[in-house]
């Protein structure tokens, strides 16, 4: 399970900090947009995917997993209230 959510974590977290991302986003409803477009503008977004990305290199490390699982837990809580509230 480690491997599995770390591996996603990377590389979705790659997928938004690359110019030109490998799995495109699909076209969003109108309060989801506006929130993601929101989290682009001001830069937010970069961070949370870089977070991703560190988190996701950690736990595929093994020894500092538990600090990847730390860093990961709150953007993946995040998700989740995405999921719930706003799609």
Same mark, same amino acid.
């Given at each position: 399970a480690r491997v599995l959510v770390g591996?996603?974590?990377l590389v979705f977290g790659l997928n938004?900090?690359?110019?030109?991302?490998?799995?495109e986003m699909?076209?969003?409803p109108d309060p989801a947009g506006a929130f993601i477009g929101l989290l682009v503008t001001t830069g937010?977004?970069? +961070? @949370?995917?870089? &977070?991703?990305v560190l988190g996701g290199v950690?736990?595929?490390s093994g020894r500092a997993a538990p600090l990847?699982?730390?860093i990961l837990t709150p953007i +993946? @809580?995040?998700? &989740?209230?995405?999921e719930v509230y706003l799609l």
């Open positions: 591996g996603m974590f938004g900090l690359l110019p030109k991302p490998f799995v699909p076209p969003l937010y977004l970069k +961070a @949370v995917k870089a &977070l991703e950690l736990l595929l990847g699982v730390v +993946a @809580v995040n998700i &989740l209230l995405y």
